[in-house]
């Protein structure tokens, strides 16, 4: 049966490779040589801070604080600081990359043409299958918030909530997500704003009473009261809340004005998101003793706000809690589907994954490939292992990033102008790599293990689909 021709990927209009194709495909066709319609950069400035503060603000302040009072006590705040210090020697290389090639699919096409293409693939398959494991985590978490709401509020449904608001919201995000990308952004700015208002107000009235100011409610306490190194290792344990300034990269190529927009996008939003995550612990611990704190666990802000002003302060965490994890599935969904999108119109994925929707310009293909394995997690309800696991495969990648932009420096090829270029170099990106190689560390040996066999079984994709690719240097 005759096969279409192939087009500039060596794929043919079949989503099948030729018979016959010898040597090496060339496979840096644009989507308007691919599909014929190119994704519209419809994200502005406030649309990229959105994705990233979106995406890491939920962790941090709402699991977190106690956890990480337990281990440092009021020094959990300098882990934190030390936390966004390592993300900002990663999202400055990232900067660069994304000026020099402000294209969909972030990391892994940055890595793809700095290391090559088994790098890229199995960065690629690593970031979707990743944002598809933090996006089910969120999910979850989503229904939690949930189900703790209607619980405080006294009220009683008939059927598991956590499952249930869980699953709708999965189904509702990925078809929002369908109808068009600024659809998402808008619910990504609207969920983020009010959510950053209720934190303002919440963190500014506890600040003000560490202070003394309504009365004292200050906690006398030692700032290092377990010594230094627990300092160090909870600052492993916290980093898992700035993965998520890498997701603005990832919808690079429809991020309007990209030179400016996407360094101030992924580095403001780390920048933020530290301030934020340094004076919760600031408040949480002055509120109560770091024991105490460690003892609440997971819900140690809820106590703390209720300790402010009662039931009400209580709820609002809540809330503000629900609002953070609708907001970083949203963003991790959208992030997902780039990646993907990104394989296929390399020819590393099946072509169908690239196909973009007319009517509303999004990659809805792509988009079910990551919405309905979310959907699919959330209903397992067994995710807590697997969020670690995308923290396993984002370090990867933060490091290999950092590995891409050396490369790409010391080849400088003629395409390679990025508007931002990484002050400090070579010192930022090496410092970089090391970081987030070394902080895998301290995973757990399981998530290790997972993360591993997933990055070998990316490479094996690769080898049986994809090694006829060339994509290193090409733009």
Request: with cysteine; net charge negative; proline share 5%.
């Amino acid at each position: 049966m005759p096969t279409s021709p192939p087009d500039a990927s060596g794929v043919n209009r079949d989503g099948e490779r030729p018979e016959g194709t010898d040597g090496v495909v060339e496979a840096e066709a644009t989507v308007d040589e691919v599909s014929g319609v190119e994704l519209e950069r419809t994200l502005s400035l406030s649309g990229g801070l959105s994705i990233g503060i979106g995406t890491m603000i939920g962790a941090g302040i709402f699991v977190f604080p106690g956890i990480a009072a337990g281990r440092a006590g009021p020094a959990a705040a300098l882990s934190f600081a030390i936390g966004a210090v390592v993300a900002l020697l990663v999202a400055l290389p990232a900067s660069e990359l994304a000026t020099a090639m402000p294209r969909s699919g972030g990391g892994y096409y940055f890595i793809s043409r700095g290391l090559g293409t088994l790098a890229g693939t199995v960065v690629g398959i690593s970031l979707w299958l990743g944002l598809v494991f933090a996006s089910a985590f969120y999910l979850v978490g989503f229904g939690s918030y949930a189900a703790a709401v209607l619980s405080e509020l006294g009220l009683s449904l008939g059927f598991d909530p956590v499952l249930a608001f869980g699953l709708a919201f999965g189904v509702f995000l990925t078809a929002l997500s369908m109808t068009g990308t600024e659809n998402a952004a808008k619910l990504q700015n609207g969920v983020v704003g009010l959510l950053l208002v209720i934190l303002t107000v919440f963190l500014s009235y506890g600040g003000l009473d560490a202070l003394g100011v309504f009365g004292g409610r200050q906690t006398p306490e030692t700032f290092m009261p377990f010594g230094t190194m627990p300092v160090f290792t909870t600052a492993a344990l916290v980093f898992t809340s700035y993965l998520g300034f890498a997701q603005v990269a990832t919808v690079a190529g429809e991020i309007k004005d990209p030179g400016r927009n996407l360094p101030l996008a992924m580095v403001g939003s780390v920048l933020v998101v530290g301030v934020f995550y340094v004076l919760t612990i600031f408040v949480a611990t002055s509120a109560f003793p770091s024991e105490q704190l460690a003892g609440f666990g997971e819900t140690a802000m809820v106590e703390v706000a209720r300790s402010f002003v009662g039931p009400l302060g209580a709820v609002a965490i809540l809330v503000a809690g629900l609002l953070a994890t609708v907001s970083s599935a949203n963003a991790s969904i959208l992030s997902s589907s780039r990646a993907l999108f990104a394989l296929s119109r390399d020819a590393l994925f099946p072509k169908r994954a690239g196909v973009v929707n007319l009517r509303y310009g999004t990659p809805h293909v792509a988009l079910l490939l990551a919405g309905v394995p979310v959907i699919l997690l959330v209903a397992s309800g067994a995710v807590e292992v697997l969020a670690e696991v995308a923290s396993f495969l984002h370090l990867v990648m933060y490091g290999l990033l950092c590995v891409a932009l050396l490369a790409l420096r010391r080849d400088e090829p003629d395409w390679y102008d990025p508007t931002f270029r990484v002050p400090g170099y070579p010192v930022v990106p090496v410092l970089g790599a090391l970081a987030s190689f070394a902080l895998i560390g301290f995973m757990q040996v399981l998530s290790q293990v997972v993360g591993l066999a997933l990055m070998v079984a990316a490479a094996g994709w690769y080898y049986y689909y994809a090694r006829d690719v060339s994509l290193k240097g090409e733009i």
